[in-house]
């Protein structure tokens, strides 16, 4: 005889919610029981349920191709960037220093990588946006800035300066199509 396997599962549900008909304990507890399934018949099921780790392949290549992976910051003008900062710290919750503030986040894909974000001011007449006339600058994030400097070169983007290495990684900046100068960060 094979040997069946049977569980019942109660749900405590007060007496509004339970519909008439609805099977009671002795206890006043709803009971439903749960299919029957021989224990052969539950290996078999638990085995389709299961990957194969036999044939599978847990480990990736970490992928290097040249693109944005987020945004590294958001740049702007301000009459006051003083003021400004204060103002964002002040009604917004902002956590301010004297380049503005960081935002962290973690990689959904790589909950250990920790993201940043800067948020930062500029004196209206800065020329760290130059070439371009905006009153905005945005930074990406991007993986493999090599790669992509040389992608954007044979795409003919106008690239404004060499890549550049510092404690916070790489930078490069251009120009998209509309003449904004974008910078593009490759984290270290």
Known sequence: ????????????????????????????????SLPQFSAAQQLKNRKMEEPDTETTNTY?????????????GIFF?????????????????????????????RNANQPDEINQLQWSPFKKGSDYFAPSTKEFMINYRVQNIEGLVDKLKANGVTILDSIESSDYGKFVHILDADGNKIELWEPC
Request: aromatic share 10%; proline share 9%; hydrophobic share 35%.
């Open 60 to 72: 990736s290549a970490p992928d290097t191709t040249p693109k944005v992976t987020g945004i590294g």
């Open 1 to 32: 005889m094979p040997l069946l396997v049977r569980k019942e599962l109660i749900i405590i549900l007060p007496n509004a919610e339970r519909s008439p008909g609805m099977p009671l304990t002795n206890h006043g507890l709803v009971s439903f």
């Open 77 to 105: 003008f301000s009459d006051n960037p003083q003021e400004t900062r204060a103002w964002y710290a002040q009604n917004l919750g902002f956590e301010v220093n004297e380049w503005g503030s960081t935002f962290e986040s």
